[in-house]
């Protein structure tokens, strides 16, 4: 899939541009809470409320951003929630064999450095009001 050209696409507003700022954040927060609390980096993120919030304000909001560069970073959090729960789903199944404990645990926490370096890139990359990979 070739990656749009926003050069020429419809310029967001800047209520749009904060609201993304606002759903990093809120990711970061789930982070930053996971990271201090007792929850793995993936399961905090994916399990709390600022996530939640995140992702159903992604979806609500996703037409809105639709032929910006911002759609990008709509997708990228999108993606970044749905495939930090396909983690956690497998990180269990591994768990529940006994067997694959050790590499559940591995899973776990790959997974939650692959959680932090997406909300880390996005946000950065936003505040450069630079568009991120469509794949």
């Known amino acids: 899939m070739s990656q749009p050209d926003y050069s020429v696409a ?7 541009l904060t609201l993304t700022h606002l759903i990093y954040a809120l990711h970061a927060f789930a982070v930053f809470t996971a990271v201090v609390g007792s929850a793995t980096i993936v399961f905090g993120f994916v399990a709390s409320l600022p996530s939640i919030v995140a992702v159903i ?31 956690i789903v497998m990180s269990v199944l591994l768990f529940i064999t006994i067997i694959g404990l050790p590499f559940a645990l591995l899973l776990m926490g790959v997974a939650g450095l692959w959680v932090l370096y997406r909300v880390v ?12 990979p469509m794949d």
């Open 10 to 16: 419809a310029t967001p507003g800047d209520k749009l």
């Open 57 to 87: 304000l992604n979806y609500w909001k996703r037409g809105e951003v639709r032929g910006t560069w911002l759609e990008s970073h709509f997708r990228w959090q999108i993606r970044t929630f749905w495939f930090a729960l396909l983690w």
């Open 121 to 132: 890139r996005g946000w950065w990359t936003l505040g450069g009001r630079r568009s991120l």
